[in-house]
């Protein structure tokens, strides 16, 4: 199993400003995944993280408003950038066990709410 | 591309009554299929997945899901409601073919049991 630290769990921003997540992984992981889960929604991927790459971004999401670092193997940031009330959302960071067929492990997630 | 699909958004069944919450994805080759639950204001929990094997899987809390590779279905499942099982239920499928490596989540169903 893994243990996932995200912080902060909540915050205000005001809009035009910068939010960075944190997400500390108590093992060794080889990829973690950032999810925005807007209000009573489902779990949408904004990008996969891989230790020493750049981190694949899905479809609608993109670099320069969410980047994402991946220093080593139990850590990672996720930015979001220049926010708009738009922005407001719980964002979780996510890791998979050793294989493939493990279940994902969450974070308690940050919930935005940007003004 | 691997998508999952839950077509209902809300479910209501009487405490006591048997409960299904329907699945059905889309892979290239073989799924990982999981199942989440998420209670109001608190994470993602585990329930079960399927991975190979036999098409009956049992998981967490009584429930239980049934793999059906012709109908590409994963029907979640529970013989007996409980109202404490009131909750929003997510599908989940990992395309163990696809480079990506991603899991995907459906758009969740939210699950009343009237008492």
């Known amino acids: 199993s893994a243990v996932i630290s995200q912080k902060p769990s909540r915050d205000i921003c005001q809009r035009g400003t910068s939010l960075t997540i944190q997400c500390q992984v108590d093992s060794q992981v080889t990829m973690m995944f950032w999810y925005r889960q807007q209000p009573g929604q489902s779990l949408t991927l904004i990008a996969t993280a891989n230790q020493g790459s750049e981190a694949t971004y899905e479809s609608g999401f993109v670099i320069d408003k969410f980047p994402i670092s991946r220093p080593n193997l139990t850590f990672s940031t996720l930015t979001v950038s220049n926010l708009s009330p738009e922005d407001s959302s719980i964002y979780l960071c996510?890791?998979?066990?050793?294989?493939?067929?493990?279940?994902?492990?969450f974070g308690s997630g940050t919930q935005l709410s940007v003004l | 591309a691997q998508s999952v699909a839950q077509p209902e958004d809300q479910v209501n069944v009487a405490e006591g009554n048997p409960l299904t919450v329907k699945c059905t994805y889309s892979v290239s080759g073989n799924p990982y299929l999981f199942w989440y639950v998420q209670y109001p204001n608190r994470g993602l929990q585990f329930l079960l997945k399927y991975i190979t094997g036999d098409n009956l899987v049992k998981g967490s809390y009584g429930f239980e899901a049934e793999f059906n590779k012709s109908q590409t279905s994963f029907h979640l499942k529970k013989p007996s409601a409980l109202v404490s099982d009131s909750a929003l239920y997510f599908c989940a499928v990992r395309d163990i073919w696809n480079r990506d490596d991603k899991i995907i989540f459906g758009k969740g169903t939210r699950l009343h049991i009237l008492p």
């Open positions: 996510s890791v998979s066990g050793r294989t493939r067929s493990e279940k994902l492990f």
